[in-house]
Structures are given as C-alpha cells and as structure tokens.
C-alpha cells in the first residue's frame, strides 16, 4: 500500500477512501502536515477515527484541533506550549521576542497582533459596537460585553481551586490566585517592583513617564487609569453610591466606604514594623512610614521643595498660585484647603461634635480632638531629625526644625522683619498696628495673643498649673517653670558670642549684648533718655507717671520699681531678727 500526501479535495477523489494520520511529526518542520488529507490508494475500507468518523476535508482541520491535540501540535521550543495552529504559535511567539509589527497611525502605539491593534483603535475613535440587550450599555470589546452580561446574570463561571471561590472574570481570579501563591511574574525594568498581572505592571509603568492618558471632560485633569478617571468624576456630580449601614454616610469609592466602616469597628488592620502603631488603611500606614524613612518622594518643580505626600505637594502648589477654591457660604472668605473651611465655619456655627474623654473639653473637628488628647497620654510621634526632640503634631516639628536652620520665610512688610511662623507674624504686626483683641473681662485689660490673656487671667485666680518636681514650686506658665528647672540643673543654654558668658534665658543675652554694643532703641518720649530694654523704659516711665504699681504687704509703701520693693521687703526681715 502506497500512501502518498496530497493536498486534494474530497470531491476530486471519489474512488478513494479519506483516513486521518496518526503519525507524529515535527510541527515547526511540517507545520501543514496535520491538516491534509491522506489517502490510501488500494480500494480499502477506510480507517475512520473513533472519535467523529469525519469524512469532510473542511472538517479535518478543526477535528484534528479538537482531538489530536493532545498527541500533536505547535510546540514552542522556549516554553513548551502547545499552539493548536501555526499562525497561533508565531503571534505566541512575538511574547518572547517582544516582536510588535503592527502599528496605531495615530499615536504610534504598537501591537502583537491586528486584533489587538483594532481593538486599541477604539480607544481614539469611542467607537462601541457591542450592545448590552439588557441596560443598552455599549462596550468597544465583545469580551467586555460578555463579561459585562454576567453583572445581570451573577454568573460567576471562574472556580479558585485553592479556596473555592468563584469569579465572573478570570483575570479577576488570576489576581485572586496570586494571594495564596504570593507569585509576582511581572517586573518593572525601571524600579525593580514586581506584579501578580501585567496590568498592574502598565499602571505602575505610568508612575515612572508619567503617563496620563484618562482626561476629566469637566475640568481636563489627567489619570494614569480609567477608575481612577470615574472616581474623579464623582467629585463633580456629587455622586456618593456607596452607603455605610450603620451611620448611612455616603461615599464615593467601595474603598473609601471600607476604610469608613474601621472607624465603628475600632479595626486597624495595618502595621507599622517600626513603632508597633496601627492604622485603618495601607494608604495611611504607607505615609507613616515615611516619617522614619524621611522620604520625600513628591517634588515641588517651582521651588524644589520636596513632600512626603501627594496631597501635600497638592497644597503646597497652592502658596505659588494662591488658590483658594473653598468658599465661606455665610462670610464669603476662601481657603485654599477644605479642612481650613471646616475650622473656619465653626467659629460661625459654635459647633464642637468632638468632645474629650478625659477633661469633656469638645473640639469642632477630630483632628484637633486627636492633638488634644496627646496633652493627656504624653504621646509626641513626630520626632526633630537633628536633635531627636519629640511632637505631638508634624506642623510643630516643622516649625522647631526652623531653629537648626535658621529659615524665617514670613517677612513683615512695614519693618522688613523675618519671622519663622505665620503666627508669629501675625502677632508681631499688632506691634506695629497696636491690635489688642483678647480682653480680660475681669480688669478690662487687652492683649495682642490669647496665650497672654490666659497667663494673665491666673492672676486674677492665683491659678500656677505648673510644679517643679525637684523644690514643689509652682508656676502659671510652663516657660516659667523651664527657667526655673535652670536655677536648679545651672543650665545656661544661651551664650555671647563676643565674651562667651552664658545666660538662661535669651532675653538676658539679647539684654547683655547691648553692653558690649552700647545700643539703646528704647527712647523715653518724655525726656529722651534711652534705654537698652523696653523694661528698662518702662521703669522709667512711671517716674514721670508717678505710677508705684509694687506695693509692701507689711506697711503698705508703694514703689515704682518690683527690685526697690525687695530691697524694701529685706529691712522689715532685717528689724524682725533684730527684735527676735
């Protein structure tokens, strides 16, 4: 018997019977030998397969597909995988020679295959051709279609083996898969980060170009990724569909709603390896973490000034382009963060919602409740790089670590002064404006700083907070304390830099300096004496005042100065041992 390969129709070979070969072959060599027709040439019963009994030459090709796979195929010498066609295993293929030969003309994107190109090709064009029958939503994909029907059908067709589990994608089960098996094929060549999906490896890459090819239609900003476009859009429709049941709050994202639902269970599933604290998102812990790493990752390209956060780095563009998009319905002011409009609105409504545990003192916003309450437990997490002192917030770190560098970025425009704070600059134009807005409504006397009128109203109560733990002395602010603590630890952390003599506070150094520069601003308006100290000047002025504001309990003699007083004070001790 002869058999000879012949690539013929069935209809051309009447007298003859089709059998099917059972041959192995090299597939790359002979890469058409399964689907022709072998013919046997003697007038013999022919030997049909078991399986079908296909008999039609355009059957064979895909009978041979269906059931002599498994015995013959398209073999990949690279990985061993088995393509069912020759054009199957050559776009296989181009996944290991990286090879893309098919071109997008309009923004010069390439692909593996023709499908894929035409496919991208819609992304330009908005062209969705596939229609769901059920809600008329239209798809640019049949498999987009098809995976969208099974939100109508709850079809879940996609079956973890490992936990049973089911999945309506199987690129969702996929991503699923690589949680019990921890596998991260897909590495960035940049970074070096690896990835359970090549999806999740594009959306990375975008970090690094900086690609952003999802527009808002509304306002024109950019994203690296469709959800994250469709989150956005929520912040100009105002749509909030995700509902928490126990307090019916709404929000935007399932996430967002997730991380909402921790704040009613106490749940914080996140953990900080460095300080053992908690937190109720990655997110969080992630920013967190940065404050023992130092990292700055986000960059300010006006001024190169360097951020931890994104939102931050958001914030600060707005002290360059002074944006201030959070209005005041009731006084019209603006804010240029949300928070800030928030603190501001209480001080129209006298909400407080957050009250303390401890002391029952409320707080209109729960940030202020949360600084408050390190008063009580002592907690400062936020640590100064230089000298290792701890915070209770991170604005108060960034304001000390002004002392080692000795930035003051507020400058007073009347007197060209720097100052390190905002608050301080406030404080110092009232110098110049005479400003006294908080009132004692016990003596009616004014003050330029709340921290005044409250040091000053212990006056009136006789109220000293603050005990030194070494003599049980007591204080009424806690600056006159820490000088005390020097008379006892003779700690004189200020020093001349001309004689090198030490003081304990800065205002004896500043007081001292004047002595070895003979400067007096302080004139008297009276008689022009000046003076080295606006102490000094003051002294002075109730000579002309005949103001005695120091009187002696003793015999009730007034003087005009508090150390006339003491040397008074001294002579009625002095009579009093004479007598004893």
């Known amino acids: 018997m002869a058999i000879m390969e012949e690539n013929v129709s069935i209809e051309d070979k009447t007298d003859t019977k089709p059998?099917?070969?059972?041959?192995?072959?090299?597939?790359?060599?002979?890469?058409?030998?399964?689907?022709?027709?072998?013919?046997?040439?003697?007038?013999?019963?022919?030997?049909?397969?078991k399986i079908s009994s296909t008999s039609q030459s355009f059957k064979v090709k895909s009978h041979t597909k269906d059931h002599h796979n498994n015995q013959k195929g398209f073999f990949c010498k690279i990985c061993d995988k088995n393509c069912s066609t020759s054009s199957g295993l050559k776009i296989h293929l181009r996944k290991h020679t990286g090879e893309k030969p098919f071109h997008c003309l309009i923004c010069e994107k390439s692909f593996a295959t023709s499908f894929v190109l035409k496919k991208h090709i819609r992304t330009h064009t908005g062209e969705k051709p596939f229609h769901c029958e059920v809600c008329s939503k239209n798809f640019s994909t049949r498999s987009g279609l098809k995976e969208h029907h099974r939100t109508h059908t709850g079809e879940r067709p996609y079956h973890c083996d490992v936990c049973g589990k089911?999945?309506?994608?199987?690129?969702?089960?996929?991503?699923?898969?690589?949680?019990h098996s921890g596998e991260k094929l897909f590495q960035c060549n940049l970074c070096g980060k690896r990835f359970s999906t090549n999806s999740k490896l594009k959306m990375h890459i975008r970090i690094h170009t900086g690609e952003k090819p999802y527009s808002c239609s509304l306002c024109g900003h950019g994203f690296s990724t469709n959800s994250k476009l469709k989150v956005h859009v929520r912040i100009h429709t105002g749509e909030k569909p995700f509902q928490c049941e126990i307090c019916g709050r709404n929000v935007s994202t399932n996430s967002e709603l997730k991380k909402h639902a921790r704040i009613h269970t106490g749940e914080k599933p996140f953990h900080c390896e460095v300080c053992s604290k908690n937190f109720l998102s990655s997110s969080e812990l992630k920013v967190h973490t940065r404050t023992h790493t130092g990292e700055k990752p986000f960059h300010c390209e006006i001024c190169s000034k360097d951020v931890s956060t994104s939102s931050g780095l958001r914030e600060h563009m707005k002290t360059h382009t002074g944006e201030k998009p959070f209005h005041c319905d009731v006084c019209g002011k603006s804010f240029s963060q949300r928070f800030k409009l928030k603190l501001h609105s209480a001080t129209h409504t006298g909400e407080k919602f957050f009250p303390c545990s401890v002391c029952d003192r409320k707080f209109s916003t729960n940030f202020d409740l949360k600084m408050h309450t390190r008063i009580h437990t002592g907690e400062k997490p936020f640590c100064c790089e230089v000298c290792g002192k701890g915070f209770s917030a991170r604005y108060k770190v960034k304001v000390h670590s002004r002392i080692h560098t000795g930035e003051k970025p507020f400058h007073c425009e009347i007197c060209g002064k720097n100052v390190s704070t905002s608050s301080e600059l406030k404080v110092h134009i009232r110098r110049h404006t005479g400003e006294k807005p908080f009132h004692c409504d016990i003596c009616g006397k004014d003050f330029s700083i709340s921290s005044e009128l409250k040091v000053h109203k212990r006056t009136h109560s006789g109220e000293k907070p603050f005990i030194c733990e070494i003599c049980t002395k007591s204080f009424s602010t806690s600056c006159g304390l820490k000088v005390h603590i020097r008379t006892h630890t003779g700690e004189r952390p200020f020093h001349c830099d001309i004689c090198s003599k030490g003081f304990s506070l800065c205002s004896y150094l500043k007081k001292h300096v004047k002595t070895h520069t003979g400067e007096k601003p302080f004139h008297c308006d009276i008689c022009g004496k000046k003076f080295s100290s606006n102490i000094g000047l003051k002294g002075h002025a109730r000579l002309h005042s005949g103001e005695k504001p120091f009187y002696c309990d003793t015999c009730d003699k007034r003087f005009s100065y508090y150390n006339s007083l003491q040397i008074h004070m001294k002579r009625h001790r002095n009579v009093i041992n004479n007598t004893s």
Do not use: M, Q
């Open 19 to 49: 059998i099917l070969c059972d041959g192995i072959v090299s597939a790359l060599s002979e890469p058409n030998h399964c689907a022709k027709i072998l013919f046997d040439t003697n007038d013999v019963k022919p030997d049909i397969c």
């Open 166 to 179: 089911n999945f309506s994608h199987h690129y969702t089960l996929k991503v699923h898969l690589s949680s």
